[in-house]
């Protein structure tokens, strides 16, 4: 994390060069960059080992959907959809006598 985008790719080219020493590679296709901004689409342009990382307005992390917005609508609706199915899985089916 970094709230500056030349530091930030200090940080990447450390790591890459890093991981060389121990014989790995940093997997270009999946790792991401977003950049957290409540006002608007901010572009960031940050490579790894020669190639541009693709930025993504949304993740998901730990269980929890993390977007570029900052905000949790998303994360709410997929945790209540989690909730309603665990329960109508959970439901006893009526009998019939």
């Known amino acids: ?3 500056q985008e030349a530091e930030l790719q200090t940080i990447i080219t450390s790591l890459c060069a890093i991981c060389e020493v121990y014989g790995m590679e940093v997997n270009v296709k999946k790792t991401k960059t977003m950049v957290l901004n409540k006002f608007g689409k901010t572009q960031c342009t940050v ?8 930025q993504v307005s949304q ?14 609508e998303q994360d709410i609706k997929t945790r209540i959809a989690m909730a309603k199915d665990a329960f109508w899985k959970q439901r006893i089916p009526e009998r019939k006598y």
Do not use: P
Not at 47 to 54: M, V, W, Y
Not at 59 to 72: A, H, N
């Open 47 to 54: 490579t790894a080992n020669g190639a541009k990382l693709e």
């Open 1 to 3: 994390m970094s709230d």
């Open 59 to 72: 993740y998901k992390c730990l269980g929890s959907w993390i977007t570029e917005d900052g905000r949790c």
